[in-house]
């Protein structure tokens, strides 16, 4: 995230830009062209093509994104103002096509809102870009209070960009609410999900999305991993709120492909818009493509993956699960060794979380624990089996998890969490459950951010859950016309004594609340 210590002339650099390109594209077996070459032809000032990002906010700094169109330095100053006076400037990486143009630096932040500002100056000394700017606040200190928005899945089930209705709105709502970090709890693109021209809606509307070629079919390629972030960014909406607010980014399956698991060769159905039907491949493309469009610091990922903890301020602790990448293939989900989290990660967050000074710790989960998820007819997707009795299958993990944290006396865990397309708030309870060695505690959902919306799930028993309030469509894949796109709200006073939690519609207003009281 530093910037180079030694200094290469332009000749130079742009011979490592192409190899590196070059050599990029052949590691993951693509063609030369899909990675290097029209970047370096451009003439005139460098232009950044799709706006600033704020990330993995720390204690002292945080993480901003920039892409431009060719080769070029990306330099940021930041300042305490939105005027820059006194403003430091930070030389940051060069942004070559071995990260499709894109790049990270970590900036350093005191107090209250960072104000950010980021060119792309030219390798051969010539005019710099025009700057875009942006700003992100710091973690709070003593008794500042802190708002906290969630939300997940984004240009799912064939809607795209529509500005003819006003494109990604829900964005400029939650943009308007001033909120002090944001939870991308995956789906933050739909890689398996191709757009079409035009879709009609049950009462004769038409849907006509804005189409990019990477989006015209499922991605298979880096290239077309990497069309799925650029498109979502063609969006006024979602760049202005991505300049807003710093993010904490997961992912999820749709930024690979419907449903996948380690080790997963497609078949059937799913199979039929594949060339490249090995789930790792593509895991691996997308990967690489996750990392480079998002804010995210691999440094602060354990092995530089994905789960990772993060603390914003003396309250609240924030702990990113990754429930894609270590579990074993989706079966009817009854076995002693079924996995969701591995092994090593359980661990990780059972002893992330006891160590913990944080009063609120919030754990950012990809899917929901007590929701019956299927993935087609025998087998299941998420943790949940539809077995009353005690846990099994994966859910027999969690429940560890949840046995520890009760042993060791964890308090204040809460749970947030998207993906299942509706908002809700669970209340999971060892009084009503057939597993009770855990403490009570919530689970929120809330979604979609901009995709179709689904009915509620049924609940499985093994946990306790009871659904205090549920709202979605009546029936499946409603678009963002039709008024079911959530995010929810986590509002901690400055004390910390109190989490107040708001269930959302796309406006903004307040479809549900409650105020839980630290222990």
Known sequence: MVSERHVLNRRALLRTAVAGGIAGAAALGLPAAASAGPALLRSGRPVLTHGVQAGDVRPGSGLVWTRADRPSRMVVEVADDPGFRRARRIPGPVL????????????????????????????????????????????????????????GDVAGQGWGIDRGHGGMRIFSAMAGRRPDLFLHCGDTVYADGPLTESVTLPDGRIWRNELTPEKAKVAESLAEFRGQYAYNLLDEHLRRYAASVAQIVQWDDHEVTNNWYPGEVLTGEPAEDYTERRVDVLAARGFRAFHEWQPLDPRAAVDGRVYRRLSFGPHVEVFVLDMRSYRGPNTANTGPAERILGERQARWLVDALASSRATWKIVQSDMPLGVLVPDGDTAWEA?????????????????????????????????????????????????????????????????????????????????????????????????????????????????????????????????????????
């Open 96 to 151: 070559t096509p071995d990260t499709d143009l894109a790049g990270k630096l970590r900036v350093p932040a005191g107090t209250g809102r960072v104000h950010y500002r980021v060119r792309a100056e030219p390798l051969d000394g010539g005019p710099a870009s025009e700057p875009l700017t942006g700003s992100f606040r710091a973690p709070p200190g003593p008794g500042e209070p802190v708002r906290i928005q969630w939300s």
């Open 383 to 519: 943790v949940a089996n539809g077995r009353s009795g005690p846990p099994s299958g994966r859910e027999s993990e969690i429940a560890g998890v949840l046995a520890a944290l009760h042993r060791r006396r964890v308090r204040d865990v809460v749970w947030v969490t998207a993906d299942v397309h509706y908002t809700a708030a669970h209340h999971y309870s060892p009084d009503r459950a057939a597993f009770d060695d855990f403490d009570p505690f919530w689970e929120f959902v809330s979604g979609p951010l901009h995709a179709g919306a689904f009915g509620p799930n049924e609940l499985d028993p093994t946990f306790g859950p009871r659904a205090e309030f549920v709202r979605g469509p009546d029936r499946p894949g409603a678009s963002p016309l039709e008024g079911f796109q959530h995010f929810g709200e986590l509002d901690v006073a400055g004390d910390g004594s109190t989490l107040t939690v708001h269930l959302r519609d796309q406006t903004g207003a307040s479809l549900w609340s409650r105020t839980l009281t630290a222990s």
